[in-house]
């Protein structure tokens, strides 16, 4: 049996670790909350402040560990695929080199520059203020204003969306500067988010169902940016509202990306997630993660039929296998987040009659503790469901219906994957 270590305890790391024992692995995780599913299919685990590289490399040599994967972003930032390596255990995520895809906004913006990678947008970095005012001031145009680094998706603001004018762009824009010494601007685009994440290793990459994820936190996309309230994925692997040629485009991007690393000698090996927009110029690069994303790995790795810990193995051995295949099912996740979330959030506990649930819902834990009838909800995230039907508007509706199994003070966006939203959605296609 492989023993395979497992870092982050969110709803992301709850998937992954079915997958891991659903496949014959032997977990071993290391997250900092007590996370009840993860802890209950763990043979061992270690509550620990999860950037301690130190302590969770002294865990895996002691445990025998075999192979890791690192879920949370922030973790990628730090010397533990390193330290794993030096100890002779195989990683299937990135390298903190690789990894700046992610942590660095604007090594993505010069790889596709470099490169010559379609679907790039207008950006520049500022370090200094005098440049960065004397921009904003002769420019008409709208801009996204971004930390270089990690944002935990809370740190974008957007120009006509969270920014009323360049007055305020400049302010959000000097305050970043003050604080990170520089700043990305990015030209605003338009148009319907997707998310394409693939599987690679370093050379390869294998794609799985296109996703939308939701962001604000409240119903019809307002209110403050999350880390996400939940996302969609349909039945063909595609998104009735995206055309299948922005599949393909957004496919042969993210082979590019993987191509282009390792003709700069920094090979990308884990999976990679780029979030695009179809625009009315056709599809763009948002951004592009350096890991699973979160919600939407809940929903592909709900669907995933195949030997995951096989597939772990292949990324990271530079051989990957594509004997996997999707659940031809569309699948609707909706997550149950303390009131105030957002804002001002306010947790308590939430209870679960979980012999109640349909079978074609799943439940995954986040940044919880309790058990897993009797959850503690921390600020953020508390529980994926996901509901798997036919179509988005029925598993939307398998959501709901399974929500008189959760009881207590709890916020979740109903609207996510809706009739209502779909079809306004299909409506703005027609007329795109
Ligand atoms: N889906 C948002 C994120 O994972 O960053």
Redesign the pocket.
Same mark, same amino acid.
């Given at each position: 049996m492989s023993k395979i270590l497992l870092v982050g305890g969110g709803g992301r790391e709850d998937a992954v670790a079915r997958k891991i024992v659903e496949s014959g692995g032997e977990l071993y995780a290391a997250l900092k909350n007590e996370n009840p599913s993860v802890l209950e299919l763990s043979r061992e685990h270690l509550i620990v402040n999860e950037l301690d590289y130190s302590k969770i490399t002294e865990f895996a040599v002691k445990n025998n560990i075999e192979l890791a994967f690192i879920g949370p &972003?922030p973790v990628l930032d730090t010397p533990l695929h390193e330290e794993l390596t030096r100890n002779n255990i195989l990683v299937a995520s990135p390298s903190r080199s690789a990894a700046k895809l992610e942590t660095s906004k604007s090594y993505m913006r010069d790889l596709l520059t470099k490169h010559n990678i379609p679907g790039n947008i207008f950006s520049r970095l500022f370090t200094n203020q005098s440049d960065l005012e004397a921009f904003l001031t002769s420019e008409n145009r709208e801009f996204a204003v971004k930390p270089v680094g990690l944002t935990g %998706?809370k740190g974008v603001r957007v120009m006509g969306l969270h920014l009323r004018n360049s007055t305020e762009a400049l302010a959000y824009a000097k305050e970043i500067l003050s604080k990170d010494g520089q700043v990305m601007l990015e030209e605003r685009i338009t148009g319907e988010e997707f998310?394409l994440q693939v599987f690679t290793d370093g050379n390869k990459v294998a794609p799985t169902p296109l996703a939308q &994820?939701f962001?604000r936190a409240y119903e019809h996309d307002e209110g403050p940016n999350t %880390? %996400?309230m939940g996302?969609i994925t349909d039945s063909d692997g595609l998104l009735p509202f995206i055309p299948a040629k922005s599949y393909d485009f957004a496919l042969s991007v993210m082979q590019k990306i993987a191509s282009s690393m390792k003709d700069d000698g920094n090979p990308f090996k884990g999976i990679m997630?780029g979030?695009f927009m179809e625009t009315a110029d056709g599809p763009k690069v948002v951004e592009v993660?350096a890991?699973?994303? &979160?919600?939407?790995s809940l929903n592909i790795l709900s669907l995933f039929r195949g030997d995951f810990v096989e597939l772990l193995y292949s990324i990271a051995e530079g051989k990957l296998r594509t004997d996997f295949s999707f659940r031809q099912s569309a699948s609707v996740l909706k997550y149950v987040v303390p009131k105030g979330y957002g804002t001002k959030p306010l947790p308590g506990t939430i209870s679960i009659d979980l012999d109640s649930m349909s079978e074609d819902v799943l439940l995954y834990y986040a940044a919880v503790s309790g058990t897993k009838e009797k959850v503690q909800m921390s600020t953020s995230r508390s529980l994926a469901v996901v509901g798997m039907a036919p179509t988005i508007e029925e598993a939307s509706a398998k959501v709901e219906e399974n929500l008189k199994n959760i009881r207590g003070e709890y916020y979740l966006r109903h609207d996510i994957g809706s009739r209502e939203m779909m079809a306004e959605k299909m409506r703005n296609f027609r007329k795109s």
């Open positions: &972003d %998706g998310s &994820d962001k %880390g %996400g996302s997630y979030q993660n890991r699973f994303a &979160d919600p939407e």
